[in-house]
């Protein structure tokens, strides 16, 4: 039998690794008899040599099976989860999620905080007062059964290797590796007792992935490995150039995500959850073609059926269930300093990277993982891509706790916009979903 | 300033890294702001991407700066020194250094022990009745300064970053980049306070280096990073197929060295000492040329002085001086067991490797560092390649405690023979100097 150390050299030197190779590998990085830099000097093999599809799958399943697997078999219901890749303003989870239970499809998720750039669905929840997001598992079972949807965050005892490798992985320059992406990602996921996931992978300068090819292959190989783990998944590729919605923050994000659930919000952030919460519906088997389920999503809306669900999900975890219907009741900034155009023109650009930055600056994201976040502060965009705006015109409102919190973010706010005085608004504007990939 | 982590994602992405940020990097290894993790990452990314040479060059001051240098200032001589890569058989040092001090230059070594299929100069030194390898750098400079030579083992205060990486990339299968062989073996040897280092890179089945264009590479490496660091460097390929000279064990080896001080020893052995010695002589500048240095090493040969500094050595070391007249003095295993041919024809080959492992199931050498060994035993080749041989007529005898220990590696030996029955021994034995890299 090969010695640890003689697989680490036969990745390293282009080899496919067997499975029962890679569970050993794993199994020991458990048990210490793989070291950390070990582990590391391995992660950073696979980043140079890749991974088959199969070596990428025998991976998710040995990161899975290093902790439970929750049993959500007392459900009844077809149970769907959403992952996202990470972004800017990306409140989607929020009116998703309950928009999907309304409509049949049980949604048990379990989700990260933000850290860097990108925002996180337990921040945005928190922002709701007494919202708790650690229910144990058999109150995590109740909830997602009797309401049909919970959000959670992250467990010690689910994937513990990935939580183990990935704390390796952000600290070794081995995070951009499709192969440990996408086992990260899945072990987690598979961790649910899912049946299906819709993947969301985002595109651009606020996404981890910058180019379409690079995004369509962590989604085709995201797809792949789920499928070959039993599951039915498919992904979107989704733009992530400029923020998603109107909103950077965590309470004006779930003051936005609400007012998806009531039938407004950003045209964006709209076809981005119904486009992600239609594929969950395709594939929970409740709608048979994505404009079914489109139908069925805008139904939950216009019938107030998914706003029910989130105010009795937000009950049922100890949050205030009247936000739903008055979003005033979010934790607000004292402040409202508006950032205002110096020229007219046409928005070309509004930089996603730039603005999740600024919003981490005012105090709404963290840059380390025991960081505390503000809920109340952010920044709400004033217009979108391809409008016309006028000099002095505002361009966007920092939410503040006092004006001169907003004399630095103000200005990074404004170079985030590019205005051209010479384009004209005759463009469509970019379409949310750029691809899709499935095998179903 | 980059943080450490954006420093081992430059190395990963292919961008060469400045002489600050790898003394960074070392230093932080020292300290425990770089963990062994993010080291060993850093070592495969190095192995994937390489180094340049004035990245090389940092690394190995950075390295060598880890610890202290030895000053031997108060050495009135031009010191100059041997490294080999290390071999089967490769007893050179032990006639070469005392060779090279009697012709006038000092030789201030510091060696290693053996490990997996290649010895070490220290076992063999301690097969000498008590031979102290360990000495005080005061005794080790007052040796130096008083003999001519000094042989001892590393020590902790020398290069311990060398120390401390080498111990990760071991288990991480980062051994085999150039760049880090390279900056190990430098970092040590500048360390001992030499003026200049003349380079034995072994090629063939029993060398780390497999292939002439592979050992080329690292001697050029060695030269132009050894140079880059203010000292006289030059390098020979030789030849490693087949064990060096006719003995592998420990006492065996150094009764064949104190032979060839004698003015016998196989003409391989000779051959190689020869041409590593004038090469010191030369950058030594006590010889103009390599043929005036081998003269001056035969006139220490036939003159006796080299076997004098070689006894002088021993007292100084502790050692029992006798040795160099009376090889006897030296441990003996109790029996010697012949393996003799099953055919005739003509040895075309004796597989190192093959033998150096058998030697160290023998006893003569270590899997482990923390092993120890048996100086008696080991195996004595009774021809050469390119001879002629009977069947029935030995091929090796093996120095063994009891004759049942020489069974099994009796059949290894008989198999690492290569006996061709139609082959003509008209063919001259391939030279032990393969090639010779040098900027002088």
Known sequence: ?????????????????????IARLIEAHGTGDLADYQMSALCMAIYFQ???????????MAMLHSGEVIDLSGVPRVKVDKHSTGGVGDKVSLCLAPL?????????????????????TLDKLEAIAGFNVSQDMASFARIVSEVGVCMIGQTGKLAPADKRIYALRDVTATVEAIPLIVASILSKKLAEGIDGLVLDVKVGRGAFMKTVPQARELAEALVRVGEAAGKKVSALLTDMEAPLGRCIGNAIETREAIE???GEGASDLVACTLALGSEMLVLGGVAATAEEGTEQLRDAVTSGRGAEVFERMIEAQGGDPMVVGDPSRLPQAEQVVEVLSDQA???????ALEMGLTSVAMGAGRTRADQAVD?????????????????????????VHDPIDAEKPALRVRQAFTIDPEASTSQAAPPIVIGEVSTA
């Open 50 to 60: 890749g991974m088959s599809a199969s070596e990428t799958a025998a991976l998710t």
């Open 345 to 351: 023109g046409v928005v070309t650009a509004i930089d």
């Open 1 to 21: 039998m090969a010695t640890l150390v003689e697989l680490i050299a036969a990745k390293r030197d282009g080899a496919e690794l067997r499975d029962e190779d």
């Open 375 to 399: 809920h109340a502060v952010g920044i709400e965009l004033c217009c979108e891509r391809n409008e016309q705006v006028e000099a002095g015109q505002p361009l966007a409102m920092l939410h």
């Open 260 to 262: 998806v659930l009531h």
């Open 100 to 120: 999907v239970a309304a409509c049949g499809v049980a949604v048990p998720m379990i989700s990260g905080r933000g850290l860097g750039h990108t925002g996180g």
